[in-house]
């Protein structure tokens, strides 16, 4: 049996202002929220193989040391191939970098691809204010909470 090809290696692209249609147009398409993504506060980026092809987006609101990883999407032609996990693994060191020490997700349906990526469930009420204030927490009623410590 052959083994698994590795995921391509991926390169962030920060999104411009202008470019966060292609993301909104992405994330409708995959049924995730998209209605504060010009949010300047909202974090996001791009993913490229090194062929420049693009792979999928994904999104960051830092709080301090808490930071709200959101809006990953892998493109729906290039699922299963592992460019998920790399961009999560992307947005995670990027958290790190600018001091989170945890990051928080806020899940109706991908909370086992977290889990299978270190992050636990957790109960609402141990979320923090600054998370807890986010138009994505806000708004999530019937989701799971995830949470990983950087």
Same mark, same amino acid.
């Given at each position: 049996?052959?083994?698994? &090809?590795?995921?391509?290696?991926?390169?962030?692209?920060?999104?411009?202002?202008?470019?966060?249609?292609?993301?909104?147009?992405?994330?409708? &398409?995959?049924?995730?929220?998209?209605?504060?993504?010009?949010?300047?506060?909202?974090?996001?980026?791009?993913?490229?193989?090194? @062929?420049?092809?693009?792979?999928?987006?994904?999104?960051? @609101?830092?709080?301090?040391?808490?930071?709200?990883?959101?809006?990953?999407?892998?493109?729906?032609? #290039?699922?299963?191939?592992?460019?998920?996990?790399?961009?999560?693994?992307?947005? @995670?060191?990027?958290?790190?970098?600018?001091?989170?020490?945890?990051?928080?997700?806020?899940?109706?349906?991908?909370?086992?691809? /977290?889990?299978?990526?270190?992050?636990? &469930?957790? #109960?609402?009420?141990?979320?923090?204010?600054?998370?807890?204030?986010?138009?994505? /927490?806000?708004?999530?009623?019937?989701? @799971?909470?995830?949470? &990983?410590?950087?």
């Amino acid at each position: 049996m052959p083994a698994d &090809k590795p995921a391509p290696r991926l390169f962030a692209h920060p999104l411009k202002s202008w470019e966060r249609g292609a993301l909104c147009a992405a994330l409708s &398409k995959v049924g995730l929220a998209n209605d504060d993504v010009e949010d300047p506060h909202h974090l996001f980026w791009r993913f490229e193989t090194d @062929e420049e092809m693009p792979v999928g987006f994904g999104g960051l @609101e830092p709080y301090g040391q808490d930071a709200l990883l959101r809006s990953v999407v892998t493109l729906p032609p #290039l699922r299963n191939k592992g460019i998920g996990t790399a961009i999560v693994a992307t947005l @995670e060191t990027e958290a790190g970098l600018r001091g989170s020490r945890a990051i928080w997700i806020v899940s109706r349906a991908a909370g086992p691809f /977290f889990e299978g990526r270190g992050y636990a &469930k957790c #109960l609402p009420s141990v979320v923090p204010d600054s998370i807890r204030a986010t138009r994505v /927490f806000q708004s999530a009623n019937d989701a @799971e909470v995830l949470v &990983k410590l950087l």
